[in-house]
T-cell receptor, first 116, second 114 residues
């Protein structure tokens, strides 16, 4: 198993800018989910992609968008950055339907985004 | 509106003793519950889960108890070890919704003192 890789690990952006975060899924996984973890909070579900289509979305505005590619890698794009977007962004890959206990989610180490 | 609550931000336990981490939920549609462990600079790693058709699930030193009527679950770690020191997240899911998305609590930081 190759695990989940996220890039970059840290990023500083200015309010109003756009950002793209990247995730390489674990081999054999066909689903990717993105979570936002603000300081002192638990991870919050942004959206999930299955076979390149959005398959569920949390309470996030449309300026949060994503892509999943045929090789199951994924991008999270955030437009018009706001100060409150500063957070750790976690990517998790899994199989749909789940093959393992706990849904088999494998999380990456995250991208720490700071908006100034 | 927090649907999953972990009311203890931190917990300190002596090595060898039992650690009990608690979690409450409000959404009656949740039917699958998970515990994750997170070290600094790493992503959460899955520990143990329980379906709403059970009231207990064990895996080695880790046991999760579910009280559906009280909408409460707890994670027991026995015996606690210094390597267990981490942030523990409770998560819940509506397995019938199709996306298997997780709703997390804020986490409890466990410190196991040697």
């Amino acid at each position: 198993e190759t695990g989940v890789t996220q890039s970059p690990t840290h990023l500083i952006k200015t309010r109003g800018q756009q950002v793209t975060l990247r995730c390489s899924s674990q081999s054999g996984h066909n689903t990717v989910s993105w979570y936002q973890q603000a300081l002192g909070q638990g991870p919050q579900f942004i959206f999930q992609y299955y076979r390149e289509e959005e398959n569920g979305r949390g309470n996030f505005p449309p300026r949060f968008s994503g892509l999943q590619f045929p090789n199951y890698s994924s991008e999270l794009n955030v437009n018009a950055l706001e100060l409150d977007d500063s957070a750790l962004y976690l990517c998790a890959s899994s199989s749909n339907p789940p093959h393992r206990e706990g849904y088999g989610y494998t999380f990456g180490s995250g991208t720490r985004l700071t908006v100034v | 509106d927090q649907q999953v609550k972990q009311n203890s931000p931190s917990l300190s336990v002596q090595e060898g003793r039992i650690s009990i981490l608690n979690c409450d939920y409000t959404n009656s549609m949740f039917d699958y519950f998970l515990w994750y462990k997170k070290y600094p600079a790493e992503g959460p790693t899955f520990l143990i889960s329980i379906s709403s058709i059970k009231d207990k699930n064990e895996d080695g030193r880790f046991t999760v108890f579910l009280n559906k009527s009280a909408k409460h679950l707890s994670l027991h770690i026995v015996p606690s070890q210094p390597g267990d020191s981490a942030v523990y997240f409770c998560a819940a899911s509506n397995s019938g919704a199709g996306s298997y998305q997780l709703t997390f609590g804020k986490g409890t930081k466990l410190s196991v003192i040697p």
